[in-house]
């Protein structure tokens, strides 16, 4: 019998309030301060071709602002003109060519700027802003190349010192205010990532269901880059994971360009990016719809790992626990198989299970795919709090190189990955209706 997933699409209505976010950003820093974001750069792709654009997470973040070429200073102290954004002048010439831009005048009507100024005036304007501003914050790990610009900006001021200039005293970095505040997702936001999650899941059951022997791995892929582009999503959160059989071993296997052969597993790390926020979905699947027993054996044991290592997931729990929980499920499950021999503790305390299981149990996700926000606090695995979104991924990988290993388990490598809230009482998977369990992955790529 055929399993039929419904999909239900979330409409929110809830917007994102970017003043709000300024004005929290703004409550962290210290007295007299300056924050300074710069937008991303434009990257070229060939000849006179750019790759499409896509603005840094930062300044979206902060602004709803999506033009390159752009800068914002918010000044939380000052008596007017708190937040600034230096953009690109309206040109109708290059509008023909380009595309429309806001201007200045649509920087503050439309993105609630108090004043806007073109960003051919950034080194003219922007040491008046900051003189006599004690502490300015800027990232520190963005490469837009902003903390360059800030030296020459100070040392403009401090050439005028004698004449009563006033120049910034600490250069301070953004990136942890910023990036706590983008760990606890809004309510709004987890709205837009639950569409992202539903859309990938739409994508994922297609897969399933289209996949064939004889497909190219690339082929595949274009049925999900089709269901993303359908349902709003116009472009993957990263670069698709494609791999039939021993590529299925390769964690960041990306080339997509083998064959899909009848007997294989094809593992499936895909996500689409929805309004700026990400979707990080992995299935494997068998290509003839029939899980060998071998590849049912391993594929059994990352859903037990999987469902036990999500179960761990409770605010006020720490982050290792669901890793460490990931762990001694694969070392119970491949001692059993055979394919590790020896005490499941001394096992682990050595790490000798790390040539299946070589990477962590997952990672936060947001606006970035592996999204911002420690790990760890004072030296020790942070706590899980409501808010929270991550990915639950744990695997096994034989690859067929692998010595001391019996070839009816070789190129076989299987991923189980969802994505989940923490709540007040637990968690929410954000992606339950991805087939997961043996019969229903089976059904799906039969029917």
């Known amino acids: 019998m055929f399993i039929q997933f419904a999909l239900i699409f979330i409409i929110y209505t809830m917007e994102i309030n970017y003043s709000e976010r300024r004005s929290s950003l703004s409550a962290k820093a210290l007295e007299d301060s300056a924050i300074i974001v710069s937008s991303a750069t434009v990257k070229s792709r060939i000849s006179d071709t750019d790759y499409a654009y896509r603005q840094d ?50 920087a503050v009507d439309r993105y609630g700027a108090d004043k806007a100024f073109s960003i051919n005036s950034l080194d003219e304007v922007m040491p008046k802003m900051l003189e006599g501003i004690k502490n300015i914050y800027f990232s ?51 709205d837009i990532m639950k569409k992202a999650a539903s859309i990938t899941t739409e994508a994922h059951i297609r897969a399933m269901q289209y996949v064939k022997p004889g497909m190219y791995e690339y082929q595949l892929e274009a049925e999900y880059l089709y269901a993303f582009n359908k349902n709003g999503a116009r472009s993957p959160a990263y670069n698709s994971i494609v791999g039939g059989g021993n590529n299925s071993c390769i964690l960041h296997y990306v080339e997509n360009n083998d064959e899909l052969k009848d007997g294989d597993l094809v593992l499936v790390d895909a996500g689409c990016e929805y309004e700026y926020y990400a979707s990080d979905v992995t299935r494997t699947f068998p290509v003839n719809g029939k899980f060998s027993a071998e590849q049912k054996e391993i594929y059994s044991i990352v859903l037990e790992a999987h469902h036990q290592s999500m179960n761990q997931a409770q605010p006020g729990n720490k982050w290792n626990l669901m890793h460490e929980k990931s762990v001694e499920v694969i070392v119970e499950g491949l001692l059993s198989l055979g394919l590790l021999k020896g005490s499941k503790e001394e096992i682990i305390e050595k790490g000798e299970y790390s040539k299946f299981y070589m990477h962590r149990i997952g990672h936060w996700l947001g606006m970035d795919v592996h999204d911002v926000g420690s790990y760890k606090q004072d030296g020790d695995w942070r706590k899980l709090e409501k808010g929270m979104v991550m990915t639950i991924e744990p695997g096994i990988y034989i690859l067929d190189s692998l010595e001391g290993v019996d070839d009816k388990w070789k190129g076989i490598g299987v991923r189980i990955e969802d994505d989940i809230l923490v709540t007040d009482s637990g968690f929410e998977i954000l992606t339950p209706d991805v087939p997961r369990t043996i019969e229903e992955v089976e059904q799906t790529v039969q029917g």
Request: charged share 30%; hydrophobic share 35%; glycine share 6%.
């Open 140 to 190: 520190m790990s963005a490469p837009s190349g902003v903390d360059q610009k800030v030296k020459k900006w100070i040392e403009s001021i401090r050439i005028n010192t004698r004449a009563g200039a006033e120049p910034p005293q600490n250069l301070l970095s953004l990136d942890n205010l910023i990036h706590e505040m983008r760990l606890i997702k809004e309510d709004a936001e987890i």
């Open 57 to 106: 997470s930062n300044f979206y973040y902060l602004s709803g602002y999506e033009e390159p070429d752009s800068l914002l200073l918010i000044r939380p102290s000052a008596d007017k003109d708190k937040y600034i954004i230096f953009c690109r002048d309206r040109d109708p010439l290059r509008e023909q060519w380009d595309g429309f831009r806001s201007g200045q005048e649509g």
